[in-house]
């Protein structure tokens, strides 16, 4: 058979293969990829294209091997074979026909085969040996399989801090913090490095039998755990301590409570606290120092004539408060006590309590004397939804007091004070000025045509401070009315007043603004507004005066 490459370059067919000549006049008058498509398209087997390129580019003049002796593909071959091809497999089946002519196949041959029929990715080398071994005829026979993709591998976290997830503070019934179990907790320094993020992989796409690519599913992103006082990095790829403090799961998010710890008392030896975080104090606060915090606040002692301030958090006291009138608990969330004298709290959540409240002043949500003998003695407690306690007032006529009031209508109510003290400044500063109106219209009056210019102008700035100010005065009048109008308006008068055991003669209870006095013991009650009426349900040992 005629060497193909005959055409192109001189070429000697040798015992011990294929050599051929290329100088550079020769070099420079071909270009190789034409050489080499043809080659790809002749029925040579085994031409080796990286050794023809290597010849080719030295072009030294003389003749060089570029490989064995070609074997030709037997072309009869294409009508002795069919080959089924899907993505994922091929299979081939040779005619008996082809073997009864005395031919037999090789591996080399049916791997040429395969490919001129589109099958370049995948051969099973064992299966075409096993066909010419066996000659195996007018059979499929799986010889070619799809490189399957493999799929991406799922981004991780990488901590780097030692935190476990059943390391947190524990959560009280009441929604509060206790962190007596700080020693467990992990600390950090604002700045650190808390975690690391590697990105999924891509993966890597497969191969279909006849060379087509099959996409490889990407590995699943994970976002970092960013939580409270964490910030991510501008790239993405980590997550930094924004504050100092201890860093504890919250669900499935990394939190850091910027807390401070006071192992001891609050005295001269520490001072007054200003924290933007949590504040954890070991012992009592003594008299006379104040603890102002954004977060929560937890003292496991007592708290002496002190100034306790919880912006946004809950205010826990694991004694009590030993007040003298001078002592405020202050808290957004809630407060928490054991028991308390001549104290004022104020809290737009719960307040609860162990033992009694003495003498105290209380504005909350609810409140709840949680103990077994909790009681009111004295004082004032104003909430907004419910009082429950186990007594209220005393035996010897502490007088005491019980209010559930509408929170809308307080605020109504504040602004009426507020905007009747700032009529009130308005008016005031409008008499003189009225004054002085009157009496440079009188003067303008007496002299008639022989006002000056001048004069006219300095009772022109008069008329014009005096309307300023009326308006002002009017405008103030007319929004005190629409509000005095507005705190008439009745809302949602669900709230109660729960006495367990006994809520003592003298005790003065109010409802939405419907005073009731108890005159006589009642036992176990619940106090409630019927319309304008207070009613009481429950059952009594003594009668009652309404």
Not at 139 to 146: C, G, I, L, N, T
Not at 451 to 472: F, H, L, P, Q, S
């Amino acid at each position: 058979m005629k060497n193909p490459l005959e055409q192109f370059v001189p070429v000697e067919d040798r015992a011990d293969g294929i050599y051929v000549k290329i100088d550079r006049t020769l070099r420079d008058s071909l270009k190789p990829e034409i050489i080499l498509t043809a080659m790809k398209n002749s029925i040579v087997m085994n031409f080796d294209a990286t050794n023809f390129k290597d010849v080719f580019s030295r072009a030294r003049g003389a003749f060089e091997k570029i490989g064995p002796p070609f074997e030709y593909y037997d072309s009869e071959l294409d009508l002795s074979v069919n080959v089924s091809i899907s993505p994922q497999k091929a299979s081939l089946k040779i005619s008996e026909n082809y073997f009864l002519k005395g031919k037999k196949v090789t591996v080399a041959l049916l791997t040429f085969c395969l490919k001129r029929k589109g099958v370049i990715n995948g051969i099973d080398t064992n299966a075409l040996i096993r066909i010419c071994i066996e000659s195996i005829k007018d059979q499929y026979v799986d010889v070619a399989f799809a490189t399957p993709p493999e799929n991406g591998t799922d981004g991780r976290i990488e901590f780097k801090k030692n935190i476990s997830p059943e390391i947190k503070p524990k959560q009280r019934g009441d929604g509060s913090v206790d962190y007596r179990n700080i020693q467990t907790f992990t600390s950090v320094a604002k700045g650190e490095l808390l975690a690391v993020k590697y990105p999924p992989g891509p993966g890597v796409p497969g191969v279909t039998v006849t060379g087509d690519h099959v996409p490889a599913t990407p590995g699943k992103d994970i976002q970092l755990p960013q939580g409270k006082n964490t910030e991510i990095s501008p790239d993405g790829m980590q997550l930094i301590a924004n504050a100092t403090g201890i860093i504890f799961f919250e669900g499935t998010v990394l939190t850091i409570a910027e807390l401070l710890h006071i192992n001891n008392d609050v005295d001269f030896s520490v001072g007054n606290i200003k924290y933007t975080g949590d504040v954890l104090i070991g012992g009592s606060v003594k008299p006379g120092f104040c603890i102002e915090a954004e977060g929560s606040i937890q003292i496991k002692g007592e708290v002496e004539s002190a100034i306790i301030t919880s912006r946004a958090g809950r205010v826990i006291i694991d004694k009590g408060v030993m007040g003298k009138g001078d002592t405020t608990i202050t808290a957004k969330e809630g407060i928490n006590c054991n028991f308390a004298q001549e104290t004022n709290f104020k809290t737009e959540g719960p307040m609860e309590f162990s033992r009694y409240l003495l003498h105290c002043k209380v504005d909350c949500d609810t409140l709840d004397g949680t103990g077994h003998d909790a009681g009111i003695i004295g004082g004032e407690v104003r909430a907004r939804k419910s009082i429950s306690v186990k007594c209220c007032g005393s035996d010897n006529g502490a007088p005491t007091k019980v209010c559930i009031y509408d929170k809308n209508k307080g605020l109504i109510l504040e602004k009426v004070k507020e905007l009747t003290a700032l009529h009130e400044k308005l008016s005031a500063e409008l008499e003189p000025i009225e004054r002085q109106l009157k009496a440079k219209a009188a003067l303008m009056k007496r002299m008639g045509d022989s006002i000056t210019d001048r004069g006219r102008e300095e009772v022109k700035k008069w008329v014009d401070a005096y309307n300023g100010m009326k308006k002002k005065c009017d405008f103030v009048a007319g929004k005190i009315k629409e509000l005095e109008s507005a705190s008439r308006n009745t809302g949602d008068r669900s709230g109660f007043i729960q006495v367990f055991d006994k809520c003592y003669t003298g005790t003065s209870v109010v409802l939405y603004d419907i005073p009731y006095q108890v005159k006589t013991m009642l036992i176990n009650k619940k106090l409630k507004l019927n319309g304008q009426t207070v009613t009481i349900e429950g059952t009594s040992q003594h009668d009652e005066s309404k």
